[in-house]
Every structure is written in C-alpha cells, then in structure tokens.
C-alpha cells in the first residue's frame, strides 16, 4: 500500500498500524509524538489497534512549548 509519510510517498506492507509506522520511521521521542491520519488526530492509546490504509496521509507532529 502506499502512503504519504510527512509529504512523501512510500509503500508499506498492508495492515501496518499507527504504533508500527512509528517505529519503522524511527520517529523521534514517540512518547511526544501526536499523529495526524488525514487531517485527523489518532489518540495516542489507538496507536497500535489504528490500521492505516492505502493513501493515507500522515504526519508526525510536536508540540513546543516556549514564549516569553
């Protein structure tokens, strides 16, 4: 299947979940991580049950802290 993985196209095998794309893209800090599949946010406790299918688009996103 193929999906879009922070802007590039890339085929994975089928029945990958959120939790295993995670680790096979060695996302940093994943315990930080918050995950968008479509524009949508997955909750980081449906990480391993969230299957993604093809042409999927996801994102891997922080959140910093800062200011003044």
């Known amino acids: 299947m193929r999906l879009t993985v922070a802007g590039t196209q890339k085929d994975y095998e089928d029945g990958l979940t959120v939790a ?22 997955a909750a980081s406790g449906t990480f391993e ?12 996103l922080y959140f910093m802290g800062g200011g003044q």
């Not at 995670?22 to 949508?40: G, H, K, L």
Request: proline residues 3%; hydrophobic residues 40%; negative net charge.
């Open 20 to 41: 295993k794309l995670i680790e096979i893209e060695n996302v940093e800090t994943p315990a930080y991580v918050t995950v968008s599949v479509n524009d949508e946010f």
């Open 49 to 60: 049950t969230t299957v993604l299918k093809d042409g999927d688009i996801i994102e891997f």
